[in-house]
């Protein structure tokens, strides 16, 4: 009835905002990604509504280590922009597009990490390093026990904890180095 005599309906479903100074970025951040400001918010709101509904973890597929041949193709229709933006993004992390687009599909598949080639590197000298230091420690051990001696100025057992982390350690980044270069079967 308001409507007839000029007047708008009230909606029930509007919620007023005072973005302060957030206004003008929020504008042009909707204004970039096409959005309206209204929807924008709702997405905002829904994605927040949406993580604290579902607190678990989204479920991952299971990998094995049957080596498996990739030759399924999917095709990608980017802007230019994103291509653009992609290609950088790729090659800031030592990557193809191609091979980043496959790396980030499988992160998100199995929540294993897929490393770049300058990670693979930093990790391999990471390794090397770790195992150099692992094999002095052995030796120190090895002192140690043959002349009983010295025992009391080191603890035997903590460089002997020392060796076991720094080789856990190395099998961890070598299963990861190793997984990024495999290629992996999910079930």
Known sequence: MGELMGERAKRTTTVTVDLGELKVPWQAWCQAHGLTPSHALRNAIRQTMDRRATPAPTPRSRVTPKRERAIARIELNLTA???????????????????????????????????????????????????????????????????????????????????????????????????????????
């Open 81 to 187: 922009s994103e291509l653009a933006a992609l290609k950088k993004m790729a090659g800031q992390e030592g990557y193809v597009p191609t091979k980043w687009l496959v790396a980030m599909v499988r992160t998100k598949l199995t929540g294993q990490p897929q490393v770049g080639q300058p990670e693979l590197e930093t990790l391999a000298r990471s390794n090397q390093q770790l195992l150099a230091l692992g094999r002095n420690l052995n030796q120190i051990t090895k002192v140690l026990n043959t002349a009983p001696q010295n025992r009391a100025a080191f603890r035997v057992e903590v460089i002997t904890e020392l060796s076991r982390v720094i080789q856990a350690h190395t099998k961890k980044v070598s299963d990861v180095l190793r997984g990024s270069v495999d290629r992996w079967h999910l079930q």
